[in-house]
């Protein structure tokens, strides 16, 4: 069966530090990737998505990047981390080309302070 | 652009009440419409999903009705149980597309009052 991990579970850092995320899926091949963004009692908001290795498409603007340098490895980065990067970031899966279907990660909750 | 809207944003209801939860999408090709429940602190979870060529799917308590031509879908919950309080999501996809991506309503918060 298929599973997906993310580390760290909880991270805090001061404004201005760099930030790196990982996402890992087990258990399947080419996974489609997704990172999410939850701010505290919000909906759920895309920040990127990847089809393929080395493939990333950013939803929104902001000072987050995000790789896939493996096929099951999807990891979210920042330079210098702003107060309003603060929130809940959700990594996601589904398989490609056949079912939409998405599963989400268990989260990393970010503080920035 | 793609948009899902969700109603009501929050729902409070007595234990064994009914809930409904209602959703309306732009995209006339979407065909893929999951539901998702996220207790508090937790992942959103999966816990129906439908898709354009039926009109009603039920799971025990929880079923999901589709109306494509009025282009809305709508989550009821039966006898509701105070486990039952979250926050549930739901979402529209083009099942033809190679990205998978779904667009998510706002959320809605059910409270089930004991």
């Known amino acids: 069966s298929q599973t997906i991990h993310q580390w760290p579970a909880t991270l805090v850092q001061p404004v201005g530090s760099p930030l790196s995320l990982e996402c890992t899926v087990e258990?399947?091949?080419?996974?489609?990737l997704y990172w999410y963004r939850q701010a505290a009692g919000r909906g759920l908001q895309l920040l990127f998505y990847?089809?393929?290795?080395?493939?990333i498409s950013s939803e929104v603007p902001q000072n987050l990047s995000a790789s896939r340098p493996q096929d099951r490895q999807f990891i979210l980065s920042s330079k210098k981390l702003l107060l309003s990067d603060s929130g809940f970031y959700l990594c996601?899966?589904?398989?490609?080309?056949?079912?939409?279907?998405?599963?989400f990660g268990p989260g990393t909750r970010l503080l920035v302070l | 652009g793609e948009n899902v809207e969700q109603h009501p944003s929050t729902l409070s209801v007595q234990e064994g009440d009914s809930a409904v939860i209602k959703c309306t999408y732009s995209d006339s090709a979407s065909n893929y419409f999951p539901w998702y429940k996220q207790e508090l602190g937790k992942r959103p979870q999966l816990i129906i999903d439908i898709r354009s060529n039926v009109g009603e799917k039920k799971d025990q308590r929880i079923a999901v009705t589709l109306n494509k031509t009025a282009k809305h879908f709508s989550l009821h919950i039966t006898e509701t149980q105070p486990e039952d309080s979250a926050v549930y999501f739901c979402?529209?996809?083009?099942?033809?597309?190679?990205?998978?991506?779904?667009?998510f309503g706002q959320g809605t918060t059910l409270q089930v009052k004991p």
């Open positions: 258990g399947t091949s080419n996974p489609n």
């Open positions: 979402a529209a996809s083009r099942g033809s597309s190679n990205t998978g991506k779904l667009i």
């Open positions: 996601a899966w589904s398989t490609a080309g056949v079912d939409e279907t998405q599963y």
């Open positions: 990847s089809v393929g290795i080395g493939q």
